[in-house]
């Protein structure tokens, strides 16, 4: 279904990934102290970075509480860029899951994958019926190809206006 | 079974609480921006705080991220806690989850519970026996006495000279 999915251009995508750095950045302080980064976005999903030395821990690997704030970040993005142009609507996680698999000992890497077409297509049917909708988005943290730990999170988007349930 | 719970006076549990504050601010620097204190530490479990002004999100009410990462340093940090006298032991979380109820809009504040006597005893038994245990922990965060989040984190204990699996 045309329309769900972003459909923009290299700029489109560019544009919108250095809008909600600069969204991040100036609202949630942590994310200034991790040095996060956006490094991707496209089609398929969104990516954020961090370096390791600000987010390193006893072991001199990555800190898991940097990992999974990472991976909670590139969800919310994510759906953060699909709402974008609905403004009034809010968006908060409610429930996540992390397995960590592998130390990370470089840079980290969140990767959050957009959701199938008909996913995505129930979630902004659902919020334009119901003024509110739910969002389950997986997120890879990588090592080049190495899966080192794996992420799902639920967001919540709901509009200001919706009607009393 | 005498031994496995600490069996500290006031004095003794405050200087482990003094401990563990120094070892995480000495080797997480995440914890030195997030402003994390030790702010308890007794025979039913540990508390961890932070100030919501450098955890904050777009929102003004506390980051996602900064009260998974307080949730998971009060389970490490308990875990670290109970086997600071075991030199050698290594201590990573494997896995959690956490169900965000409520915002958090006063200081954040983190409850690890220390588990029943039977599971402590297990690991305790187990990490002697395998040098590897798991320790199945969960914490609380709270405003005031208003649950808001609900986390659960497996932490791995394991030794250096564990014999291979």
């Not at 398929?44 to 990472?70: C, D, E, K, M, R």
């Not at 969140?110 to 049917?125: K, Q, R, S």
């Not at 997120?139 to 919540?156: D, S």
């Amino acid at each position: 279904m045309p329309g769900l999915r972003p459909s923009l251009n290299n700029t489109g995508y560019a544009a919108g990934a250095t809008r909600l750095e600069a969204y991040l950045y100036r609202y949630i302080p942590l994310v200034r102290h991790m040095q996060v980064r956006v490094a991707g976005f496209d089609a398929t999903g969104l990516t954020l970075t961090a370096p390791l030395a600000a987010n390193i821990n006893h072991q001199s690997t990555a800190f898991g509480g940097s990992l999974v704030s990472l991976a909670t970040l590139a969800c919310w993005g994510l759906t953060w860029l699909l709402l974008e142009q609905e403004h009034g609507t809010h968006i908060v996680i409610s429930e996540s899951h992390i397995l960590y698999l592998r130390p990370v000992t470089e840079a980290l890497v969140a990767y959050c994958t957009l959701p199938d077409e008909p996913l995505l297509e129930n979630f902004f049917v659902t919020l334009k019926r119901r003024h509110k909708a739910r969002l389950e988005l997986k997120a890879h943290i990588l090592q080049g190809k190495i899966l080192c730990a794996r992420f799902t999170g639920t967001c919540v988007a709901y509009r200001e206006n919706r009607p009393s349930a």
